[in-house]
């Protein structure tokens, strides 16, 4: 589905060909056109591809969608893809994907499963005509780093419900295994997050420094801002990547421990009943000649054995902290 | 055994010599010959060897086979492995092999131990007679790209198989060592995989970009669209991999909470039976003077009495959350 | 806030302007300025831009904080971010930032959330005019040094306190779950460390040695010492995580040796006291002939054979290390 | 000990020189002498040191032992240190050594602490002059080669027992300690294994493709053979090792499973005697009005009463599966 | 405290200046100065400094001492640090530095907070003069090789405890608790042997081969010994170290085993007795009609019952091994 098309000349809008008119407006007058396109379906982009001499390849790439992180370049052209995450319904990480095609005279970008627009980007750019001015390369720029700005509130809830398990985790009574669970999600998270992180970071890296596609050498500063967004996210996952590896190995000791709690109080209760019993058991036997059996106090003062038996142990088990 | 031997000129077949005939057809008409063969005998091999002038070190490889995945130079020539994946009869991954030879005027492939063959491979580049024209390259792309391909279906289904076990893992009552036997096949099957996939990534890295073997110079987009698809199936492996870790250390956590909760039960129901027995067993007492015991409703209040406190630990068992 | 502002040159003060009035005193004299502000405005930080000509994009980076520790080459001007690290209230690390831009004419620094200042540093330097006189690269370089430096008596404290576990973990009667909540507690320290140190480590290395930014050329040897002492950081954070890493896996083997030595304890105590009142109940059995029943040392005798049951119980699992 | 002296000149024995024969036999005809020591003296080392001008470093390396395995280079010579290994009396790796002096003019191998001979590789080079004549840098190759090639069923045997570890592994009743004990023994085999493969692999991969030792310049295909089959073992070992780890982490958790499943089967058989116990300590309490104990058929009653209880809870700890 | 400093031509002592009449010493001729410091005083270091003009960075690191072994360059001065292991009281390692200052014309060596002094590297120097004769470099070697020898025992050492370790592990009856503090210890010693040797052989490997420090030109090969020395004993570091983890990992499953059969053993014992007390229980009951209490023999079939159901139980626990 085309969102949007419009050519802009000295940042400026100038027209606003159809999906079929691109290379025509192209050909009748200077600057370039940014087109944005949704779920497209494979007739659109087989116009898009004729009209703007896009390399199949890429295209390929753009209509089976499920790639992975890149920034390919075909001649003077890029091709990148690059995933949008989405909290889900079920607190899950959705992965969507924007693919752009970059080149001297156009900018696309596909956008495919995912909620997250750019009708603000382009906005912000429309804004700002003396940057938006500088061409496609720029485009690409503003694109990319609105898709990285969005990492960040993502990869900061993570820090945050982690930093809560890691508090709530010592204090006693806790629920280990929603623990564990937490953990697990959070680090399914994380993962998510990585695959879309740390691809985009290495081919980041290519686009400021040393030898950079011509389409993006003028902006090389705001490359490596990104580049430098990327690794500040990247250093957060690893950062809590290793949290929830400690804290889960913490959470096996500490299950451990509660374990241990228990099998001591059960230690100790069993104690305490088996000793009554087993005096108990004693005054129970039959022999003719049991002489305390016949003393006028004898009942209470094997009560008080009893009680007495037992109220040692107790005290002895609280001192050990068993109980 | 010869599967197929055919001479293609311009993308169309103009010979199909047996394997004693290949030099001479080649001799004879420009073009490049084609042959595939699967498990071959030695004399094979041998007669092949003599007509194409194969390096021997590569040929005594393809004899002995359990190659590891490589692309290996001799002067003008390409000798490649690569390993062919089946889902056997008990669930594991069962490995062949195809061996590639590529000359400037030949490509050989050899497979081992495999049912799939690259029959369809070959028809698809039979009606496409401009990209069979280019030549022994563009085959073995073809080859490389079809083995490649059938990676997909298997890492799709560990990690379908995987995606349940996660769901499943959470829930109570699961049985644990089909969780981790479970587990740990899904492991030997990713590292089955990574075998495949890993060292030809490497290689494939080699055939675009920076030097080129001179008959994959024209090809070098389509390795690179191969080698982009070796290094996503590796992420999901890398990814299934590390969930897999995960889920394995999670799991140990469970079982060791089933266990902290059977043993609490066992606590609370011991502690029970234990209070019942050692009231029952003071009442059993022989004193002479125990005046309870004369009651009219000693024995009911004996038995309420025991009630009382079995249903007292109950409830705090019960609220307790051991129960 | 503004906290100095002065123009040195060859090393003593020659003026002190305000912040609209720097690019002024500059052009009027030569030497250098160095200013210092903590917790700027945005107008401070505005203002600045435009009396130094500093670059947008680092200065937005001053601005929104929260970076990662690195060095930033803009034209011939150097801007670095670097870690402040304060022993908060709790014991945790707190994380402040000094954000510093260093010119061919100026040396500004920037601090947020952080107490530490540096008018230690300035004092120094003006005590030792000839190494002032080197010039802004001379005071990037005693800036981090003096962060550096404040990172030693951390990683000792962590030593220490980590030294303390391992010499208490092995005696008996620990309190398991606090070894376990101090080493993840050193461990997430560890990590805010180690968040500073890495990176500028990486960046540090760039200053010496190679190709190196003009405004350092001359100070190689000084950053080589800072890049040597970071090194030294980094081992010692690197052991002592591996330590903790080890310590964490050694408690808990140690938690579950001690509850195996209860269970063991509790099955011995268990067996003793199962042992009594299996002897009692059989002497509590009715059955009319039971000859012992009649005997006048029958009880004594019950009594005597039940001691010498739980006594030989004893004394073997006294032998087994059980009791 | 001396085992072997003989100079080749193309591919042909010329002359069976002792040790303090050889220069002077080097010296009056062309070719090259190839010398086999094992465990020698040091006046045999010293003697040989004289007459062919060995380096005295490698020299005493090689008098030493107790190398890694290595190639150095010394001028126009080369020393190797490689490990042979085989299989003790107790199963475990034995390791022993060979050096190999490789001059223009010579080749020493010289064997220690190790039953495995190379007459077998002296007596196949015989067999094909046309290589032998290639001179020391093919023994060079053919005694590398062999080394490596006793590698393969080393790795072999370890696959093989580790498959039989993992096919038990899961069933029932099995003895985890021996399970345990076995994994551990398999790491520590392969520990060896790639202490002996993995530094060779390195040098060896120096041997071919970028700058060669003159001695093996010639022969650049033959060492990346060797090198490709030294990369199958290494792939194979660490195969191996992750599938040991694996497998060690799987079985503590099938025994903590085992546990439990004993901590439930104590529980369940402890309630239903709990149960019965309790019951009848009821009725064995000394109460007057006690109605059901004057019934005729109280006692089958209680009887019935027990057997209904222990047979209830067996019935519902049989359906819980944990009987 | 000065311990020697000698004045050698040609590899002879000719002068035995005081630490005051270095310069003056060296001036009136030629030859090089080999002066031994150990736990100098400030004084000591700063005469020293102006006497031969030592670089100011340098002196300062071996004023404060606690260095990471390392090799610098100053101009045509080399500064290194290398650590001095000794065992000390309690068995642990203890660290000691040595630091070396090598210039044109002087070798100094400060040795700090050791007792391994250098006078047999003195005297073995001297008694080759041929050695000596070449300089400073050989001078700095042979400190190198003598701190690196020393380190061999000492790996020797863990490598012997370990072993004993691994072989004691398995048998029955071991002091888990002594086997995991035994393994932590190794595992300390290992990390105190890893930072001497690590940082270390990074820096050695910078002493041959490529753009080697002037004084350090001629001695490639020995120093290719050293470097091949700590290459060696990383090896044996990393081999202890993977086995010291791996055997850690054995002992928590050992650990683990043991409190299952400790389970099970109490679970049997817990079931006999219960049985014979539910039994006992049953004939204390006191319900008027029991026949079987009236029998003649109904004692000894009571006693008979208990005995059998115990020894079934018994024997039927001692055929699952639980006994």
Known sequence: MLINSAVYHDGRIVAEPGLDGVSEA?????????IALRDPTDDELGLLQRELDLPPLAVEDARKGHQRPKVEEYG??????????EVG?????????????????????????????FLGVRGRAER????????????????MDAVVDR???LIDAVEAELEQVEESMFQPGQDRQAVVQKLFGLKQRLATLRHAVTPLLEVTS??????VPAVCMALQDYFRDVYDHLLRIQGSIDAARETIIAATQVNLTLVTIDESLVTKRLAAWAAIFAASTALAGVWGMNFEKMPEL???FGYPMAL????LVSGALYWRFKRLGWL
Chains 1, 2, 3, 4, 5 share one sequence.
């Open 26 to 34: 192209l050909e009748s007058r200077s600057g370039f056109v940014w």
């Open 76 to 85: 003077d052209m890029l091709f990148a893809a690059m995933h949008l995450l």
């Open 89 to 117: 319904a079920d607190g899950n990480l959705e992965v969507g994907e924007v693919h752009v095609f970059v080149g001297p005279r156009f900018v696309v970008s596909v956008r495919h499963n995912s909620q997250q627009g």
């Open 128 to 143: 700002e005509p003396h940057l938006l001015g500088q061409g496609p390369g720029f485009v690409f720029y503003a694109l």
């Open 151 to 153: 990492y960040f509130p």
């Open 206 to 211: 290519k686009l400021h420094g040393g030898r």
């Open 294 to 296: 016949k003393w006028a």
């Open 304 to 307: 008080g054995a009893i009680l």
